[in-house]
């Protein structure tokens, strides 16, 4: 009965909760805009989800954007759209908007980082009836409200990037692992993560404030996915893996040969959000070795759909 109803809503039997996809960060279509009072922002480049119990996002705001002091008594709201429109003329071009309230934040000299968690959420790009329809044969499991299904549709309507965090040095404390939870914040050299407890490198990290970061081509996706075991399992000895290692410039920790770039990340502050522990960080060190046409990125199932419709979906990875 589901591959029927999937069949007759997507035009395809198998419904999934998330899609890979292949692009960069400079051909990514969507925008996303912050309006807090009477100031609309982009913050395209500067949000990411950083926590799922509860959802949580993470927003840089820069010094220069010239925005009035923010409190946990300003209202934002995060608009979603599928191009870089004037959504201030027209909002046709919405794929979703969110009511936030304020959690935290961490301030810095060139601006702040602000901790928002979702309220309230409305997708726009499906009718409520078919949304309850998608929820309720497909995605309805324990600990996923409807609400925190639509926070998480927004949340992955824009494309997040599958990066490769690294850790330790010695062989029997090592480990390499992809993220999708993790930003980068270019104006200032940051970089935040949000990473789930019951990753096995959590408290070596916390202990020793440093990780690896690094960027790597679509290529090499397979690998990446394997390697998504080490979030749990004790990886393989560094001279077992399916592929060569090197090591970093300063903290001498394991990196694949074939990654794009890589940058050493001191770890300045923590903060427990829930199920995922935030790690807030600059970069002390950068090595690129490479420039590759494509990278792997997180969608929503139903952004995927919506966009295969339009006719302007992002290419996906082979299943």
Same mark, same amino acid.
């Given at each position: ?21 292949? =692009? =960069?960060? $400079?051909?990514?279509?969507? &925008? ?7 100031? +609309?922002?982009?913050?395209? !480049? ?32 995060? @608009? ?17 908007? !969110? ?33 309850? !329809? ?11 409200? !409807? ?12 494309? &997040? ?17 992809? +993220? ?21 490198? +959590? ?17 090499? &996706? ?43 990340? &001191?770890? $300045? ?44 979906? @992002? ?5």
């Amino acid at each position: 009965m589901k591959d029927i109803l999937s069949k007759i809503i997507f035009g395809e039997p198998i419904i999934r909760e998330y899609v890979t996809v292949f =692009t =960069t960060d $400079d051909q990514i279509n969507e &925008r996303v805009y912050l309006q807090t009072d009477a100031r +609309m922002i982009d913050i395209s !480049l500067n949000h990411w989800p950083l926590c799922l119990d509860p959802v949580v996002f993470g927003i840089w705001i820069p010094s220069e954007a010239n925005i009035s002091p923010l409190s946990s008594q300003s209202v934002f709201k995060i @608009y979603v759209a599928d191009s870089d429109s004037d959504i201030k003329k027209s909002r046709s071009c919405l794929l979703s908007v !969110l009511t936030l309230e304020y959690i935290d934040k961490i301030e810095e000299e060139d601006g702040v980082f602000l901790l928002l968690k979702p309220v309230k959420c409305g997708i726009r790009y499906l009718n409520y009836l078919k949304i309850l !329809l998608i929820y309720f044969n497909h995605y309805k499991k324990p600990g996923l409200s !409807l609400s925190k299904f639509k926070f998480l549709v927004s949340s992955f309507s824009y494309p &997040r990037k599958v990066r490769l965090v690294s850790f330790g040095k010695e062989k029997e404390d090592y480990n390499i692992f992809p +993220m999708d939870f993790a930003g980068d914040i270019a104006s200032s050299g940051r970089f935040v993560f949000g990473l789930r407890h019951t990753n096995r490198s +959590m408290p070596g990290i916390i202990s020793a404030k440093k990780l690896v970061v690094s960027d790597c081509s679509s290529e090499y &996706r397979s690998i990446i996915y394997e390697l998504g075991k080490h979030h749990l399992a004790t990886p393989s000895t560094p001279d077992t893996l399916p592929f060569k290692i090197l090591e970093t410039g300063q903290f001498g920790f394991y990196v694949p040969e074939w990654v794009d770039s890589y940058r050493e990340i &001191r770890i $300045d502050k923590t903060m427990n959000l829930g199920s995922h522990m935030l790690f807030w960080g600059k970069s002390i060190n950068e090595k690129k070795m490479r420039v590759s046409d494509a990278h792997l990125y997180h969608i929503h199932f139903l952004l995927y759909f919506h966009q295969k419709r339009k006719g302007s979906a @992002y290419p996906t990875a082979p299943d």
